[in-house]
């Protein structure tokens, strides 16, 4: 580390609680990359079938059986069998290699995944498959293969080395559970112990189930009053209900095993979760990409909602039908929806998956996206992972070539905006941000979604040089027209329909290409209207629809 990095560190560890800090001098101490415990007898089942169908495989999760896997869209074939050591795609498709969620995909056979499943535990005796966060998950999915019947071919053998292996999983996770990371990592972790003490009987998953109140005080830090959870992204909001759910049906199978209190908080959390899930889908059916989120990675929406149905969970909308905990508002008028956050990175202790998108939003008109956020590809330092977190790559301001909040790696934040929701209500919102390195600066944005077109206004008050004004647009919208001395522009959509741009006046307006980055794996462009204004613009843009 160079001297110039050392106080952006001190503004990334400030935030850090302190079971963090000294967490994070263990994890340089332990090599998590073994099993912690040694193998034992194999627990028996407490039950042997859930109480209603789980979820497939999810849309990027695939595995034909034999050599070849595919995982966030990057497909890779095992020449000489499966390593599980294999780090050529990076940590994140090794964790998803390890986390067995490629074994529900309904296309492989019983005797593929049982052969699966035994390589694993003959062959992989370190790395990747051995850290906490695959060991939660592998948990899961290693369980939904075992309860759901005719999905899993096994000898009486390999049956019983697959529970004893899942038992030394669950006792090496329950030692190393991640406060360090916190987060979706934690209540992950939480969630792969309490399953097994569910799962299982005997002393060793009593032990195990014990987490289950520790599970219910993170499900109250981490889904917020208004039912997000407090990482603020979509996607993993998303994935963390499934695996919420998951829990329910196996604590609604195993009945008489499963503590009241653990039951009930389950139903409440997934409940609220199910709620604030429907402020941030559009009509198109799909998330907003805010934060770290991309399609596919989760199921869609609709499949999540109907396996809730199944376990008797309904949605519970956030009071006002706003996301007022998480920053996330929806403006509805007509055929536009629009979904804006304004929120800083969250949480303040572990803004991992958070971007700079204060005061941005995404727009749809009937089923398209207008205005769409960037998504991400991949979370490997460098310029693309760096591209995904921009200020430039939201539909919001910069100032004078800064980024809003200090992003820097992979996952880390130093310095972060301020930013705060000043009224909301009757199809208005209106917000403030200041970015971390200029307070002085504090730009205003007043959404307005009535009458049939919606505005974007923004007055900013301070010394910038140079503001930035960003607009991209979804992957089918064309720019077919740009008037920059009537500061006006013409947008046609994928269905044919033109919508008209009243855009601020002064501000020299062109057309470019920016990244777009819908799933991981890919990473396109579309279209995108940049001004640049010499001075802090005020100003509003205007969309509405074409009547020529």
Not at 21 to 27: D, E, F, N, T
Not at 305 to 328: F, W
Not at 473 to 493: K, M, T
Request: charged content about 25%; aromatic content about 8%.
């Amino acid at each position: 580390m160079k001297p110039r990095d050392i106080p952006r560190l001190l503004r990334t560890v400030l935030h850090y609680k302190p079971v963090q800090l000294a967490a994070q001098l263990r994890h340089v101490m332990v090599d998590e990359g073994r099993p912690g415990v040694p193998r034992g007898e194999a627990p028996p089942l407490s039950v042997e079938t859930s109480h209603a169908p789980f979820l497939p495989a999810p849309p990027h999760a695939r595995f034909d059986g034999e050599a070849t896997f595919e995982l966030i869209r990057r497909a890779h074939r095992f020449e000489d069998g499966i390593d599980w050591q294999f780090d050529g795609h990076g940590p994140l498709w090794a964790f998803h290699l390890h986390q067995f969620d490629w074994a529900r995909d309904p296309a492989l056979s019983p005797e593929a995944r049982g052969r699966a499943v035994e390589n694993w535990i003959t062959n992989c005796e370190r790395g990747h498959g051995w850290a906490p966060h695959p060991i939660s998950l592998r948990i899961l999915s290693w369980g939904k293969l075992r309860l759901t019947p005719g999905l899993l071919a096994l000898s009486p053998e390999v049956e019983e080395r697959m529970r004893a292996s899942l038992a030394q999983q669950a006792e090496t996770l329950s030692r190393r559970i991640e406060v360090r990371l916190q987060a979706n990592h934690l209540l992950s972790n939480l969630l792969g112990v309490v399953f097994a003490g569910l799962l299982f009987e005997g002393a060793g998953a009593d032990r195990w189930l014990g987490f289950a109140s520790r599970l219910r005080r993170e499900l109250e830090v981490q889904v917020l009053p208004d039912g997000s959870h407090v990482e603020r992204s979509p996607m993993y909001h998303a994935l963390l209900l499934e695996n919420l759910l998951d829990l329910l049906n196996l604590a609604r199978a195993a009945e008489g095993r499963a503590p009241r209190a653990l039951v009930a908080a389950l139903e409440d959390a997934t409940a609220r979760m199910l709620g604030a899930h429907e402020v941030w889908i559009h009509p198109d059916g799909e998330i907003a990409l805010f934060s770290d989120s991309a399609f596919d990675i989760a199921h869609p929406p609709a499949e999540v909602a109907r396996y809730a149905a199944s376990l008797g969970v309904t949605p519970r909308a956030p009071a006002g039908g706003q996301l007022e905990d998480a920053g996330i508002y929806r403006l509805q008028d007509g055929a536009f929806t629009l979904i804006a956050t304004t929120a800083p990175p969250a949480p303040s202790y572990q803004p991992g998956h958070a971007h700079c998108d204060a005061l941005s939003f995404e727009l749809s008109y009937g089923e398209e996206r207008v205005v769409s956020d960037t998504g991400v590809t991949e979370y490997v330092p460098g310029p693309l992972r760096d591209a995904s977190r921009a200020t430039t790559s939201h539909a919001t301001l910069q100032f004078d070539g800064h980024e809003q909040s200090e992003i820097w790696s992979a996952h880390r934040v130093g310095g972060r905006a301020h930013c705060e929701v000043v009224e909301a209500g009757g199809g208005e919102l209106r917000a403030r941000c200041s970015p971390w390195s200029r307070r002085e600066i504090v730009h205003e944005r007043h959404f307005r979604v009535q009458n049939g077109s919606v505005a974007v206004e923004d007055c900013v008050s301070g010394a910038a040089a140079q503001a930035l004004i960003s607009l991209p647009f979804g992957s089918d919208v064309v720019v077919v027209g740009l008037d920059v001395s009537a500061a006006r522009a013409q947008l046609e959509l994928r269905s044919g329909a033109r919508l008209e741009l009243e855009l601020p006046a002064g501000v020299d307006w062109s057309v470019a290409r920016r990244p777009w980055f819908p799933r991981f794996g890919e990473a396109l462009e579309r279209d995108a209207l940049v001004g640049k204004a010499a001075a802090p613009v005020t100003g509003r843009v205007v969309f509405r629809v074409a009547t020529d």
